[in-house]
T-cell receptor, first 116, second 112 residues
């Protein structure tokens, strides 16, 4: 079974530019989460999709961040315009409710975003 | 406010030297406590979920336990391949989502 796939693995952009991160969850997983780890801090929740609907976007830092999930499959996270404080590692995770006790959430390897 | 605190921040062990990692949590209603392992350049890898005080789970050299205020990850006779960052996270019953609230992790180094 393929895991959660994220790309790009690394992205270096200039302040003010736009970047789009993509996540392909495990096939059949209804839940898709975005998290972010800023240097020296803990991993923090950004938002949660159930299929194509946003269940909770309380962790989104501001309106420069836009997340979409097309047809309940893959998801994109767009940052426009990027600021220096947006640098960090962005993780995507997916899960199926009835499997969480045995398998938890499956995380991708993350996208390391550097804004210069 | 929900909070997770892990200690120590870093731990260096000799191969075979058993020890424990601590995860203290404050949450209005615990739905579940998760342990993850993270290797450099990788995403967190699921280890255990614990749901109620007194629950224990084991996997190879790892054993996780849960009380009403904290969880321990016991590592018995560790090997160098156990070196990684160990993350603890909680879920709160009160939220609108099953989001995880993470601690900052414990960086474990096991020397041969």
């Amino acid at each position: 079974e393929a895991g959660v796939t994220q790309f790009p693995s690394h992205s270096v952009i200039e302040k003010g530019q736009t970047v789009t991160l993509r996540c392909d969850p495990i096939s059949g997983h209804d839940n898709l989460y975005w998290y972010r780890r800023v240097m020296g801090k803990e991993i923090k929740f950004l938002l949660h999709f159930v299929k194509e609907s946003k269940q909770d976007e309380s962790g989104m830092p501001n309106n420069r961040f836009l997340a979409e999930r097309t047809g309940g499959t893959y998801s994109t996270l767009k940052v426009q315009p990027a600021e220096l404080e947006d640098s960090g590692v962005y993780f995507c995770a997916s899960s199926q409710d009835y499997q969480e006790s045995n398998y938890g959430y499956t995380f991708g390897s993350g996208t390391r975003l550097t804004v210069v | 406010e929900d909070q997770v605190t892990q200690s120590p921040e870093a731990l260096r062990l000799q191969e075979g030297e058993s020890s424990s990692l601590n995860c203290s949590y404050t949450v209005s209603g615990l739905r579940g406590l998760f342990w993850y392992r993270q290797d450099p350049g990788k995403g967190p890898e699921f280890l255990f979920t614990l749901y109620s005080a007194g629950e224990e789970k084991e996997k190879e050299r790892l054993k996780a336990t849960l009380t009403k205020k904290e969880s321990f990850l016991h590592i018995t006779a560790p090997k160098p391949e156990d070196s990684a960052t160990y993350l603890c996270a909680v879920q709160n019953y009160g939220g609108a989502t099953n989001k995880l609230i993470f601690g900052t992790g414990t960086l474990l180094a096991v020397q041969p």
